[in-house]
């Protein structure tokens, strides 16, 4: 399966993956395509819904910001289509980021502003805040783990735990203001510890790490918080995955913008929360 960017570190936690060789002293060191195969989901599935909680701060701020957030995904064939909508707080609920990456790389889609405006997503969107937040769109959305010829740039030990570091870097013609990214994976954890992004004259744009780890049925490490920074702006965005299937059947008609819209006014959405959490909100 296919995914992007903070959706794909978030579905590879809940899904959990295969075992991640990072090489042994009596055999050749593992390359890049290798470390990432293990990355993957040992099941198979064709969709996932996870609920999400996003938590700003930043100089200037009275208090922290709070936004909660349904992440939808589903793969037809060769293309895999992502939806990102605000379920609190009410201000803004129904707020929508859609993409779909076709099986030649092509991204498409498009934001939705409750209650009529859409807006098609072009590279220029891809630098902009998603809903209010220090999360770019890009962050959210872009491909970069499809990129080819990732290469192992190195190891390093990130909070006592030995990693390999992947590098990645964008082929012509992506859609993106990201050049290169650094990834920092575990064996024993089933997403990156780190992900760092840089634009192309080096700076670093933004910077995602893990900051609490749960343990899985297969009593591997999953990521369940990550914080986000953007040194640039020094604010920090902490998300944290808060209910949700990785293995979940997500109907075609999800990700039209008749059901976008109509989301808003849907009672039925609540079925998508995970059992036993209460209704959107600060929590």
């Known amino acids: 399966m296919t995914a992007r960017g903070i959706a794909i570190l978030l579905l590879v936690s809940a899904?959990?993956?295969?075992?991640?060789?990072?090489?042994?002293?009596s055999a050749p060191p593992p390359t890049a395509a290798e470390i990432l195969a293990g990355m993957r989901p040992s099941?198979?599935?064709s969709g996932f819904v996870l609920r999400t909680r996003l938590v700003r701060t930043a100089p200037g701020l009275a208090k922290p910001e709070v936004q909660q957030m349904l992440i939808k995904g589903r793969r037809v064939g060769d293309t895999f289509k992502v939806l990102c909508q605000i379920l609190w707080p009410p201000a803004v609920k129904g707020r929508a980021l859609y993409t779909e990456v076709s099986s030649n790389r092509t991204m498409s889609g498009f934001i939705f502003e409750p209650p009529d405006t859409v807006t098609p997503l072009t590279p220029e969107k891809m630098s902009e805040p998603l809903f209010?937040?220090?999360?770019?769109v890009g962050d959210m959305a872009?491909?970069?783990w499809q990129w080819p010829g990732p290469v192992v740039a190195g190891e390093e030990?990130?909070?006592?735990?030995?990693?390999?570091?992947?590098?990645f870097h964008a082929p012509a013609g992506a859609s993106t203001n990201c050049l290169r990214v650094k990834v920092w994976i575990s064996p024993d954890v089933a997403s990156p510890l780190r992900v760092e992004k840089f634009r192309a004259d080096g700076q670093l744009m933004t910077r995602i790490s893990a900051q609490r780890l749960v343990k899985q049925s297969t009593n591997r490490l999953a990521v369940a918080t990550r914080l986000v920074e953007i040194p640039a702006r020094q604010s920090r965005v902490v998300i944290e995955t808060t209910g949700g299937s990785g293995d979940a059947d997500v109907p075609e008609v999800d990700f039209t913008l008749e059901k976008i819209k109509g989301w808003l006014h849907d009672d039925a959405s609540a079925s998508t929360h995970s059992p036993g959490r209460s209704p959107p909100g600060p929590e």
Do not use: M, N, P, Y
């Open 142 to 144: 872009e491909d970069f």
């Open 157 to 167: 030990t990130v909070d006592k735990r030995a990693c390999r570091i992947i590098e």
């Open 15 to 25: 899904l959990g993956g295969g075992h991640i060789a990072l090489g042994q002293t």
């Open 43 to 45: 099941g198979t599935t």
């Open 132 to 136: 209010g937040s220090d999360v770019s």
